[in-house]
């Protein structure tokens, strides 16, 4: 897939609101040639380097620029390059990183989620709702149910209660998140 193909299948994608303004991965890879052929150059070397790399790759940036106006981006963008080429790609390892060992999924009851998503279905019209107090009023609610879970989940070798309960607060969390996002779309 070419360049400008790429650059209008992510157009067609998207249509959410952007925070972060990425480049694309082909226009990255140049940027990062560029920033590690100039890694050690001096700042005014650095700059003049930028300024032949600017005019001999027109046609890329040109394409990048536009992509990045029809997404909604407002700076400057040639700005946002060379601080990206200057201050990330020159900087940025090539060592690849060794994988962090994950610990032990714990595993929640079918049931749980459903009264979580049911609950959260509930409580979201509300106009006082947060998550941080209907979760507490999830769990004076369903004390039952909890106490199920954390049984099941000491059984499976998981045996600090601050890890479970954590678990289940973030399960709550993200279920909460989950269904803004969802009826946001």
Same mark, same amino acid.
């Given at each position: 897939?070419?360049?400008? $193909?790429?650059?209008?299948?992510?157009?067609?994608?998207?249509?959410?609101?952007?925070? &972060?303004?990425?480049?694309?991965?082909? /226009?990255?890879?140049?940027?990062?040639? /560029?920033?590690?052929?100039?890694? @050690?150059?001096? &700042?005014?070397?650095?700059?003049?380097?930028?300024? #032949?790399?600017?005019?001999?790759?027109?046609?890329?940036? %040109?394409?990048?620029?536009?992509?990045?106006? %029809?997404?909604?981006?407002?700076?400057?963008?040639?700005?946002?390059?060379?601080?990206?080429?200057? *201050?990330?790609?020159?900087?940025?390892?090539?060592?690849?990183?060794?994988?962090?060992? &994950? &610990? =032990? @999924?714990?595993?929640?009851?079918?049931?749980?989620?459903?009264? #979580?998503? !049911? !609950?959260?279905? $509930?409580?979201? *019209? %509300?106009?006082?709702?947060?998550?941080?107090?209907? /979760?507490?009023? +999830?769990?004076?609610?369903?004390?039952?149910?909890?106490?199920?879970?954390?049984? /099941?989940?000491?059984?499976?070798?998981?045996?600090?209660? $601050?890890?479970?309960?954590?678990?289940?607060?973030?399960?709550?969390?993200?279920? *909460?998140? #989950? +269904?803004?996002?969802? =009826?946001?779309?």
């Amino acid at each position: 897939m070419d360049y400008i $193909t790429s650059i209008n299948n992510i157009d067609n994608k998207i249509n959410t609101c952007i925070y &972060r303004y990425k480049f694309t991965e082909e /226009f990255m890879e140049e940027l990062h040639n /560029f920033s590690k052929i100039h890694q @050690y150059d001096e &700042r005014i070397d650095f700059k003049d380097a930028w300024k #032949i790399w600017t005019d001999d790759n027109q046609d890329i940036i %040109n394409l990048e620029t536009r992509r990045l106006i %029809n997404l909604g981006y407002q700076g400057d963008i040639l700005i946002k390059m060379f601080k990206s080429a200057r *201050y990330y790609f020159r900087n940025k390892s090539t060592d690849k990183k060794e994988p962090i060992k &994950r &610990r =032990k @999924y714990i595993t929640v009851s079918k049931e749980l989620l459903a009264v #979580i998503d !049911h !609950h959260i279905q $509930t409580q979201t *019209y %509300n106009k006082d709702y947060q998550p941080k107090t209907a /979760f507490i009023d +999830f769990c004076n609610n369903n004390k039952e149910l909890l106490q199920q879970n954390i049984t /099941f989940m000491y059984e499976q070798g998981i045996q600090d209660t $601050t890890l479970i309960e954590k678990k289940i607060k973030k399960i709550y969390k993200n279920r *909460y998140f #989950i +269904f803004v996002k969802n =009826k946001q779309v």
